[in-house]
């Protein structure tokens, strides 16, 4: 018998679970090879060793404990055992729900802590400072051609040298009290258009009668001079679209209240050689807002 | 009690649990529950986890036994309730970093050492059963498995081969194997053993 047939034999011949041949060839080999007599005595120590070590008694509540845990638990149980029992997990959710507690908590005084009035004034005031100073900045800028928003074309790139200036309308508090109706001295066009339902409350405010407009148009389209009829051609085209509001400011101005989805509509009209606009750039619709409505000023030159 | 007068009270313990006698399984714990809370502790080191996965093992035992079909089978399928459960905790313990701060000197306060031997050779004795635990802790999972089953839980062959699912000459040649290795990470300390 080789002593690796020998030593495989070990765990059976322990435990008597080996027939009677095999035995008697192990004990055989113990007699001529004392190497594996002190392996098996090695390994029999160990496992008798193992198998006298003692048993670990068990907690005297063991049994009612299965009990408890057999009986239908309430989630309030449940809770007060998972904050009975050890372990780093229900540290950790602990910790985390008194950190959502305190945000919130944190978050609900910050929104009542009132902001005093002085403290209101001297961010407005500080805010304005800083805006100037901006402006300041964007002045010097602007002069030593330095360009703020790289990419963006700059303002004055749009407006033409020939355009004249916009006409400035200051913003005035409309009066309820006072009603001026429009006296009309342009020359009637045949159409109905200046009892159109169009024609409400946004327009009503310019007359010729008043100087200064409660609205402050924003587009000028001036129709330089050409022969008369051409000019009144381009207005009676303008007038009965039924696309916008039109109205007439003083014996050369009209008022348009043009919604903004109809304003390439108007260009096609207005877009001529003939024809200036204040903004420049306004000749592209790309550039025009998309609210809801645009007011513009038709000039005869 | 011998094991076939052990083995026919339990079959009788499990028939009349099944009749609704519900002090029937109380019996079953008592007679297994040394045992399997000692299996636990070989699992999870500490005291209050190997109780409460003991628990949990009679616990699913209460709830599954209606199902049992073969019913002198029982400690076996008791063992592989057993099993499934110590596995399943061990790697969740595991996976939390649980075994990290566990020391086998937490252990020595529950093992009682029998005999009258003076405090000297009881604090050997106890130093080489720390030291032979943690030779267990530090093998294979499968080896360990079949020590703890054969040499601790002392279950016959073919209870291991039936609880772990492998034939009986698997067993016989694992536990060889298993056994061997034990003898070779204990050969050092044999002059204490």
């Known amino acids: 018998m080789r002593c690796q047939d020998c030593q495989e034999l070990f765990s059976l011949y322990l435990d008597g679970e080996i027939d009677q041949i095999s ?42 404990g299965i009990h408890q845990k057999l009986e239908p638990r309430t989630s309030w149980q449940k809770v007060k055992e998972f904050f009975a029992r050890k372990g780093s997990r229900k540290w950790a959710l602990s910790t985390a729900f008194a950190m959502l507690v305190i945000g919130f908590a944190t978050a609900s005084l910050i929104q009542l802590i009132p902001v005093s009035q002085t403290d209101r004034v001297a961010e407005n005031s500080l805010g304005t400072e800083q805006s100037s100073l901006l402006l300041a900045e964007n002045e010097g800028g602007k ?10 074309p700059l303002l ?3 407006e033409g040298k020939d355009s004249p200036p916009m006409q400035q309308f200051a913003m005035i508090p409309r009066s309820k009290t006072e009603q001026h109706i429009p006296v009309v001295d342009f020359v009637s066009t045949g159409s109905d258009h200046t009892s159109s339902p169009y024609l409400d409350t946004p327009l009503t405010s310019f007359s010729s009668q008043r100087q200064t407009p409660a609205i402050k148009p924003d587009l000028q389209i001036t129709i330089h001079s050409a022969p008369r009829a051409e000019q009144m051609a381009i207005v009676q085209q303008i007038v009965q679209s039924p696309l916008w509001r039109s109205k007439l400011y003083n014996h050369n101005t009209l008022l348009l209240s043009v919604p903004a989805g109809s304003f390439d509509q108007l260009l096609q009209i207005c877009c001529s050689e003939k024809t200036s606009f204040s903004p420049e750039y306004a000749r592209n619709s790309h550039y025009i807002s998309l609210k809801r409505f645009i007011t513009v000023a038709i000039k005869l030159d | 009690m011998n094991n076939g007068e052990l083995k026919t ?34 699992y999870v080191k500490s005291q209050e986890e190997a109780k409460d996965l003991a628990q949990d093992i009679f616990v699913t035992v209460y709830r599954a036994l ?32 649980y075994f990290n701060n566990i020391s086998l000197d937490d252990e020595e306060s529950f093992l009682q050492i029998p005999g009258d031997e003076g405090p000297e050779k009881l604090l050997q004795r106890k130093n080489t059963i720390n030291l032979v635990r943690s030779t267990i802790d530090s093998m294979p999972e499968a080896e360990k498995e079949i ?20 034939p009986l000459g698997t067993v016989k ?12 990470r204990l050969k050092k300390f044999y002059q204490d053993l």
């Open chain 1, 23 to 64: 035995r008697s060839r192990v004990d055989s080999h113990f007699d001529i090879c004392p190497l594996c007599k002190m392996e098996w005595q090695a390994f029999k120590n160990s496992i008798e060793f193992l198998r006298d070590m003692p048993m670990a008694s068990v907690p005297p509540d063991f049994l009612a």
């Open chain 2, 147 to 166: 020590i703890l089953l054969r040499d601790i839980q002392e279950l016959a062959y073919e209870e291991i081969s039936a609880i772990l699912d492998i």
């Open chain 1, 156 to 158: 004055s790139q749009y």
């Open chain 2, 66 to 97: 209606p199902k049992l079909r073969e019913k002198e089978k029982f400690t076996s399928w008791l063992y592989q309730i057993a099993i499934n459960h110590c596995r399943n905790r061990y790697k969740k313990l595991r996976r939390r970093g």
């Open chain 1, 143 to 152: 002069g030593s051609q330095q360009d703020f928003y790289p990419g963006v």
């Open chain 2, 9 to 42: 009270e339990i079959e009788q313990l499990v028939q009349d649990f099944l009749d609704g006698d519900a002090q029937a399984f109380n019996r079953l714990v008592m007679l297994h529950q040394t045992k399997i809370y000692n299996l636990a502790l070989n």
């Open chain 2, 173 to 184: 040649s694992k536990l060889n194997r298993a056994r061997t290795s034990l003898k070779d």
